[in-house]
């Protein structure tokens, strides 16, 4: 998935929010044009699919594999996508700080509704 785009801003105050997926990098799970529903107050866990921010400011869809330590030293999540021929991700820009994980999808709302 080159970019997986939140809708308007994160979290400010709100416990959910919506994101569309663009691009292909985490099919098969989820595909260019999907809609999903987002927990902001969800902490992440090893296999869920998060939103997260990489440093760059791109915001993405992701799984969240594993904690990392960080270079400055504080805790991180490696994040991959599910098609690893796609897209940018910790391979590529490294683990991403817990405050950039910006919350966790729990259901792809269209074009049918499912958990994910």
């Given at each position: 998935?080159?970019?997986?785009?939140?809708?308007?801003?994160?979290r400010?105050?709100a416990?959910?929010?919506?994101?569309?997926?663009?691009?292909?990098?985490?099919?098969?799970?989820l595909?260019?044009?999907?809609?999903l529903?987002v927990?902001?107050?969800?902490?992440?866990?090893?296999?869920?699919v998060?939103?997260?921010?990489?440093a760059d400011?791109?915001?993405?869809?992701?799984?969240?594999?594993?904690?990392?330590t960080l270079?400055?030293?504080?805790?991180?999540?490696?994040?991959?996508?599910?098609?690893?021929?796609?897209?940018?991700d910790?391979?590529h820009?490294g683990?991403?700080?817990?405050?950039?994980?910006?919350?966790?999808?729990?259901?792809?709302?269209?074009?049918?509704?499912?958990?994910?």
């Amino acid at each position: 998935m080159k970019r997986s785009a939140d809708r308007g801003s994160t979290r400010r105050g709100a416990r959910y929010g919506m994101a569309l997926v663009h691009g292909r990098s985490m099919e098969p799970t989820l595909r260019d044009g999907d809609r999903l529903l987002v927990s902001y107050a969800a902490a992440p866990a090893a296999d869920a699919v998060v939103l997260a921010r990489f440093a760059d400011g791109t915001v993405a869809v992701k799984r969240a594999v594993e904690r990392r330590t960080l270079r400055t030293g504080g805790p991180g999540w490696w994040l991959l996508s599910d098609n690893p021929d796609e897209g940018v991700d910790s391979r590529h820009r490294g683990p991403v700080e817990d405050g950039s994980v910006l919350g966790v999808v729990r259901l792809r709302l269209w074009p049918s509704p499912r958990r994910i």
